[in-house]
């Protein structure tokens, strides 16, 4: 079945860090993009951070520069979300997708994952 | 950053009705927009990219238009299932951005 299992949410402390992951299946995982876009409690959806097939881009939110660090191991089919010095801001469910890129260069996220609830608070 | 305002909010409607949920960006994007539908506790499902393209196996009830800061969706008859929030999102340059979002209800 292709799929996205997020993991790794919880309760962290503001200043705590914490990391997400994101296991693929069903797919080959190596060939695509990657994305994290996370959702705060009642509001709209963020985009958050792109990795190319093999690592060598990354693309972050300004607000998440400096702090959050995005990566992937293609032989375990999996992305991560490394999130330092968090803040009460960075609450949200993270979901990871899978994103596909064009030859015209469109880019659609065309399966995600279910999410996982990060909760920064003391 | 590229900001898109979409609008309505929110808006009522009947099964049967058609409805337009608009985008607007802050700077011309090409036709580099998809559009999104969320229902509540779920991961939202793409439904259009490039402005238009219909993704495959969604219903040819909904369709996209426009090209440059102004875009639209349409649901030509909405049916039960289509009640959810939609949000589009602009990949013409980093970093991508969504609308705020448009919650369609029963009217």
């Known amino acids: 079945e292709v799929q996205l299992v997020e993991s790794g949410g919880g309760l962290v402390q503001p200043g705590g860090s914490l990391r997400l992951s994101c296991a693929a299946s069903?797919?080959?995982?190596?060939?695509?993009?990657m994305s994290w876009v996370r959702q705060a409690p009642g509001k709209g959806l963020e985009w958050v951070a792109n990795?190319?097939?093999?690592?060598?881009?990354?693309y972050y939110v300004d607000s998440v520069k400096g702090r959050f660090t995005i990566s992937r191991d293609n032989a375990k089919n999996s992305l991560y979300l490394q999130m330092n010095s968090l803040r009460a801001e960075d609450t949200a469910v993270y979901y990871c997708?899978?994103?596909?890129?064009?030859?015209?260069?469109?880019?659609?996220?065309?399966?995600w994952g279910r999410g996982t609830l990060v909760t920064v608070s003391s | 950053a590229i900001r898109i305002t979409q609008s309505p909010s929110s808006l009522s409607a009947s099964t049967g009705d058609r409805v337009t949920i608009t985008c607007r960006a802050s700077?011309?994007?090409?036709?580099?927009l998809a559009w999104y539908q969320q229902k509540p506790g779920k991961a939202p499902k793409l439904l259009i990219y490039?402005?238009?393209t219909l993704q495959s196996g969604v219903p040819s009830r909904f369709s996209g238009s426009g090209s440059g800061t102004d875009f639209t969706l349409t649901i030509s008859c909405l049916q039960s299932e289509d009640f959810a929030t939609y949000y589009c999102?602009?990949?013409?340059?980093?970093?991508?951005?969504f609308g705020q979002g448009t919650k369609v209800e029963i009217k």
């Open positions: 700077q011309g994007i090409s036709s580099y």
């Open positions: 490039a402005a238009s």
């Open positions: 999102q602009q990949y013409y340059s980093y970093p991508q951005t």
């Open positions: 990795i190319k097939q093999d690592g060598s881009e990354k």
């Open positions: 997708a899978r994103a596909v890129v064009t030859p015209d260069e469109d880019w659609y996220f065309d399966l």
């Open positions: 069903g797919f080959t995982f190596s060939s695509y993009w």
